[in-house]
């Protein structure tokens, strides 16, 4: 089902501040999408702030880091911010975080996949005082 529907999963985060999440894939996936859960804060969007997570080589789950420090597998070494999408912008700045090839989508069938399952790809809080959560979307 997951490779015309994707399989979708919620995840609750901390506020910007508090500990990061690890936002982990829960199959092998082909397309990812993260974007914020709108059953937190009655649906206004916070924003997101964390760090992608470098997939290559697999040395299992990172760890979470006190803020301000930046965990040994982020790629790159910045803390990224996404910014609600409230009028359709488009661009590696707002939500939803994309990962795939061409439009967010690799091609699984030639063997290429954005993760399996296990694989952290992303550390995240909300960009406000406020705890939230995403909706994790992944395709097989």
Known sequence: MAEVNPKRTNVAINAKGGAMTNITLTIMASKVTVIED???????????????????????????????VVPPQASPP???????????????????????????RVHGAYGNYVGANG????????????????????WS
């Open 38 to 68: 709108p059953s937190y804060n009655g649906g206004v969007q916070q924003g997101l702030t964390g760090y992608y997570i470098d997939t290559q080589p697999a040395v299992g789950t990172p760890p979470t880091q006190p803020p301000g």
């Open 78 to 104: 910045n803390l990224q911010v996404w910014l609600p999408n409230s009028n359709g912008q488009q661009g590696s700045t707002y939500e939803p975080i994309i990962f795939g090839g061409d439009a967010g």
């Open 119 to 138: 694989t952290v790809i992303l550390q995240l809080t909300t960009n406000s005082e406020n705890a939230g959560g995403i909706i994790l979307e992944e």
